[in-house]
């Protein structure tokens, strides 16, 4: 079965400065997805951003960018310039290529964004 | 374009009661997945439906159960409720398989 691990509970960032948040997963796939998704208070899931296993090239939106290491199973989030707004929890999901939609989460990484 | 919508956002049950929740996924989309999320169980997969057909289904007991229409809405049921069953469900749909899933507000069940 796959297993998605974020070994960061909590995480703090200056406003404006960087944070990395760290994912690790176990498959025995080669062809699957991998997600970061934020749930603020408001509780709505919203993606983030999406990696296609099969690209080496790191995926990236605006001010997130992940590091994607498929030998290693491992997808970092980086927050360039962390805003205020940024402050919610955030999980890791794995998604595998031929099963349609079916997310795997980690257990998820609250960040504060400190004014 | 509207976004997924759940109902209830609330709703207040007792045990051994059952429960359904609705899902309306966005206009076009035909995969819908369900989600439990609890402090303790963190997020968990129930189920999915395509096209009206159960494709892929969490490790759930049988009391959780599902359907999908033919206008891809999705309803959950939850029979004989549990104290356990206590928990924020979220709805999310996709246009296909691999898509990137798009999550409504949430049910948020309580157990009495």
Redesign the interface.
Known sequence: AQTVTQSQPEMSVQEAETVTLSCTYDTSESDY?L?W?KQPP??????VI?QEAYKQQNATENRFSVNFQKAAKSFSLKISDSQLGDAAMY?CAY?F????????????TRVLVKP | KAGVTQTPRYLIKTRGQQVTLSCSPISGHR?V?W?QQTPGQ????LF?Y?SETQ??K?NFPGRFSGRQFSNSRSEMNVSTLELGDSA?Y?C?S?AR??Q???????TRLSIL
């Open positions: 997805y997600f998704y408001s509780r709505q899931m919203i993606l999406r999980f998604n290529g031929a099963a349609g939609n079916k997310l795997t989460f980690g257990g998820g | 995969s997945s989600y963190g997020l968990q997969f999915e395509f494709r892929n969490g924020l979220l999310a996709s398989g691999n990137p899933q798009h999550f409504g507000d949430g």
